[in-house]
């Protein structure tokens, strides 16, 4: 297990992760991590692409739809 520490970083907190751990991710500087909770804890996994562009345009239709979601919700 790999103890990380929690940081301030502007207004926020953040983690910073060892190589070897962005090496086992396969993850580089600029791409995204989901983290994922499961029954006995958290995942930190690499983001699905796939997914980003769907929730994208997902929300791009929301924005544009918005009161005709209202009218639906009601």
């Not at 929690?6 to 983690?15: A, D, E, F, P, Y």
């Not at 791409?31 to 997914?51: I, M, R, Y």
């Not at 997902?58 to 209202?70: G, K, S, T, V």
Request: glycine share 6%.
């Amino acid at each position: 297990m790999t103890a990380l520490k929690v940081r301030k970083v502007g207004n926020s907190l953040g983690v910073i992760l060892p190589k070897e751990i962005l090496d086992r991710l396969a993850v580089s500087d600029g791409d995204s991590l989901e983290l994922v909770e499961t029954e006995t804890g958290f995942k930190l996994v690499p983001a699905n692409d796939e997914s980003d562009r769907l929730m994208a345009m997902a929300e791009e239709i929301m924005e544009r739809r918005r009161d005709m979601l209202r009218a639906l919700a009601k």
